[in-house]
């Protein structure tokens, strides 16, 4: 334990305390000592040993309150609902206190399948909802509609799904039940619900076969089929996607993604690279490499004006080109080999090192077929000059453009340029600092920044757009520093009200520290785990909350997962999953490391990998419970959780709701990154 906790909490030091306290096992000996708090234990990640501090000597109903908490995370559902039963018999408790633990229990009955004591709760429940928000009121109806599906009363359940989802129509786990609920009765209308889960939430999996097999039995086989690929592809090897999809392609043959999409990009681009304006020179800034295309067979490129091919590093032109013709590099799988051909097929030119292409005036660009994993549609323009780099897998595309030129790519890409001004710049001001402390960052593979959210989004001239051209030349030259350097900015979409500190939650960077939006309370020490729970499921006022600059479902969120697809997920199999397991949390409630506990073993996922893991979620700020099947087995891991994105630095819906009303693009700056300095390059 005590290795554990060293490792996972190197730089807590909230909880510095707990390994040196003589309560804690191996800690100094003393008389008489005083414990260590039970939910320090907690969220340095010995949830275990919290569970037994929480339940041993005289725990008032507010420690139970947090115990049940630690049930659901660790599976022991039955034994959360045993305390919540106790809970709601304590006349001593607040009657609003009891009425939330009355509503916990309810849930819970319903989560563990104990239908009867469920539906003799839902009277008292519902009436002590009667002033709630609607938020409380969809959830409620929800699991309410989950009870009569479970217990055979089909059209109830239908009723309140429906009156679920017309309070609150942003829940994709709710239309999927519905759906899944009205496949047989009403085909279409039950299409319709699974499109709409689909459509909310595109990493909702689970949609993807019951909707497929209500197009297979309208013999919409092509449209069937593409679903599947998506769904095959996340859960390989499940025999029942795996039976629909052979199913699919029997009937309509050909036309899937072949490879790396090589069949689309063979195509003539029709449409004409526009002219743009360059920006004005600033020499300090230089350019700046972005890796648009990695491992890739086949790039299309189309010219907006006159260029040439060249060797890297040589100057001397190997092929002119004339304005809108549109060249195909290929990469050869057996000799590595770069070839370069005309629309003909003609070979132009063939190389073993990196080829350059270089429009010879600035204000021309290039459209690249295919950009995004080489799918219909994805065709992107960029300005500068594009390198093709053959490597061991596959061809890497890069762009190379001046650092101003590739910001008006990016922001507009980040942030909606009919967002507030002051907003805009601070946007830009972060992305500038972010890219010069970023650069060489993937030197090894030939660029400095990735062209998607692993670095920053980046969606070339298409994206361009006025508003946000203004906000970069208006702060041009003007960046975050951290000590000499520049800052490496890191950003998000939405932090739940609640920014983490980046040493804790990835072990570097001490300029980005755990920040409260400006209109909730700072803190000085972990919340309990009731209110922890609650602050999740509740969607507190803040300026991340700000309704035309924000949508609910990146504030607050949940999602119901099947266990076998996070299996899927791991990097090894754990076997039937029995629990997942918080193994340390930050100060906003972000896990920094959990446990997927399985039949065959424990997998470890830290950091960032944990959103992934879990199911595609949409930030690792969230709890844990789970819905048992009949046979006490887990069918659903249930998480409801807040934000949008890693929580670091910059909140972009917060920084638009405070420039909403009056703060400058410096205020939100030095809200966001309090350590660090704004200068001039």
Not at 335 to 349: A, I, M, Y
């Amino acid at each position: 334990m005590l290795l554990r906790c060293m490792k996972i909490c190197p730089v807590f030091l909230l909880f510095s305390a707990i390994i040196l306290h003589p309560a804690f096992p191996g800690g100094r000996k003393e008389p008489e000592p005083e414990r260590v708090p039970a939910l320090n234990v907690f969220y340095a990640g010995l949830v275990e040993d919290a569970a037994e501090a929480f339940q041993s000597g005289k725990a008032g109903w507010k420690e139970k309150a947090q115990l049940v908490v630690i049930c659901w995370e660790l599976g022991e559902m039955n034994r959360a609902a045993e305390l919540l039963e106790e809970l709601v018999k304590d006349q001593d408790i607040p009657d609003k206190e009891r009425d939330e633990l009355r509503l916990q229990l309810f849930y819970t009955y319903c989560l563990v399948n104990s239908y009867p004591k469920a539906a003799a709760l839902r009277g008292p429940v519902e009436r002590s909802l009667q002033g709630a928000d609607n938020r409380s009121k969809a959830e409620f109806y929800f699991y309410s509609a989950l009870m009569y599906q479970e217990t055979g009363n089909a059209e109830r359940a239908v009723e309140l799904y429906k009156r679920s989802l017309d309070i609150n129509k942003w829940r994709p786990v709710g239309w999927y039940m519905l759906g899944v609920l009205l496949r047989n009765s009403d085909p279409k209308e039950a299409e319709q619900c699974l499109q709409t889960c689909w459509e909310q939430d595109t990493s909702f999996t689970g949609a993807l076969l019951p909707l497929a097999r209500l197009l297979m039995n309208r013999q919409e086989w092509r449209k069937a089929r593409d679903y599947l690929i998506t769904a095959n592809a996340r859960l390989p090897g499940d025999r029942e996607i795996a039976a629909a999809l052979a199913e699919t392609r029997t009937h309509a043959p050909g036309g899937g993604v072949a490879g790396d999409g090589a069949y689309l990009i063979r195509r003539e681009i029709r449409a004409r690279p526009p002219k743009v304006e360059p920006a004005a020179a600033f020499p300090r800034e230089g350019s700046i490499r972005i890796g648009l295309i990695e491992g890739r067979s086949l790039v299309s490129v189309k010219a907006g004006g006159a260029f040439t091919l060249h060797i890297a590093g040589n100057r001397n032109s190997l092929y002119n080109g004339a304005a809108q013709e549109q060249i195909w590099i290929e990469w050869g799988r057996g000799n590595g080999l770069l070839s370069v051909q005309d629309k003909n097929g003609k070979t132009l030119v063939r190389s073993s090192t990196p080829l350059v292409y270089e429009l010879l005036d600035r204000g021309d660009t290039s459209i690249v077929a295919g950009v995004v994993n080489g799918a219909p549609g994805t065709n992107r323009t960029y300005r500068g000059t594009l390198e093709f780099r053959p490597a061991a897998g596959g061809m890497t595309v890069v762009n190379i453009v001046p650092m101003e030129e590739y910001l008006y790519g990016v922001i507009p890409a980040e942030m909606p340029a009919s967002w507030p001004a002051e907003a805009l710049k601070a946007q830009s001001i972060a992305a500038r600092s972010y890219s010069l402390g970023n650069l060489g960052q993937f030197a090894g593979r030939g660029f400095d920044l990735f062209g998607t959210p692993h670095s920053m989004a980046y969606h070339g001239v298409g994206a361009e757009n006025a508003k946000t051209t203004d906000a970069v030349d208006k702060t041009r030259g003007i960046i975050l520093r951290g000590g000499a350097q520049p800052l490496k900015a890191y950003f998000s979409a939405n932090h739940g009200g609640y920014s983490e500190d980046s040493l804790t939650l990835w072990g570097y960077d001490a300029y980005m520290q755990a920040i409260p939006d400006k209109l909730v309370s700072l803190r000085t020490s972990p919340l309990p785990l009731n209110e922890l729970y609650r602050w999740i499921r509740d969607t507190p006022t803040s300026y991340s909350n700000v309704p035309r600059y924000s949508y609910i479902s990146a504030y607050r969120w949940e999602k119901w997962v099947r266990p076998a697809e996070i299996r899927r997920r791991l990097s090894s199999d754990p076997g039937e999953i029995t629990r997942i397991v918080s193994r340390g949390r930050g100060i906003s409630g972000r896990l920094v490391e959990l446990e997927v506990q399985g039949s065959r073993g424990t997998v470890t996922v830290k950091g960032d990998a944990i959103w992934n893991a879990m199911g595609s979620l949409r930030s690792s700020l969230f709890t844990i419970r789970y819905k048992l099947a009949r046979n006490g087995s887990v069918e659903y891991v249930v998480f409801q959780g807040a934000g949008y994105g890693h929580g670091i630095g910059l909140d972009q819906h917060g920084a638009a709701g405070m420039a909403s009303v009056g703060f400058s693009a410096e205020d939100i700056l030095r809200h966001y990154y309090p350590r660090a300095a704004l200068d001039k390059l």
